[in-house]
Nanobody
Framework: QVQLVESGGGLVQAGGSLRLSCAAS????????MGWFRQAPGKERESVAA????????YYADFVKGRFTISRDNTKKLVYLQMDSLKPEDTAVYYC???????????????????WGQGTQVTVSS
C-alpha cells in the first residue's frame, strides 16, 4: 500500500509559477512510476506529466510541454511538478498517482495507476 499526499497548490496570476510536491509513503514507495493528472470542473481527469521509476524517462501532455517539468527525488520519496507560465486554462485539481505496472516506462492512462492522492487545487487568474 502506498499513500500519496500532494501540496503546493494555490492561487496565482497568469504567467506565474507554482511547484507541486507529492510525498509518498508506504511499502516500496520508490518502486513506482509516477504521474500527475488534473481535473477541471465538468471535465475528465487527464494526464499532465509522468516519470519513470528511475527518473530517466518523462512524458508531457502537449498542452504543458515547455512550461511544466516533472522530477523525482527517490531519496526523499518526493515527486515534483514545476509549473511555469501558467494559464487560466491550467486551473484544475491536480492529482499525484503511482503505477505498479512493471517496466521502466511512463504511463498516461488512468487505469495504469493504482494509487492516488487527494488532490491539490490550482487556480490561475487572468
Amino acid at each position: 500500500q502506498v499513500q500519496l499526499v500532494e501540496s503546493g497548490g494555490g492561487l496565482v496570476q497568469a504567467g506565474g509559477s507554482l511547484r507541486l510536491s507529492c510525498a509518498a509513503s508506504g511499502r516500496s514507495s520508490n518502486n513506482y512510476a509516477m504521474g500527475w493528472f488534473r481535473q477541471a470542473p465538468g471535465k475528465e481527469r487527464e494526464s499532465v506529466a509522468a516519470i519513470s521509476r528511475g527518473g530517466d524517462t518523462t512524458y508531457y501532455a502537449d498542452f504543458v510541454k515547455g512550461r511544466f517539468t516533472i522530477s523525482r527525488d527517490n531519496t526523499k520519496k518526493l515527486v515534483y511538478l514545476q509549473m511555469d507560465s501558467l494559464k487560466p486554462e491550467d486551473t484544475a485539481v491536480y492529482y499525484c498517482a503511482a503505477s505498479e505496472v512493471s517496466g521502466s516506462g511512463v504511463y498516461t492512462r488512468r487505469l495504469s495507476y493504482s494509487y492516488w492522492g487527494q488532490g491539490t487545487q490550482v487556480t490561475v487568474s487572468s
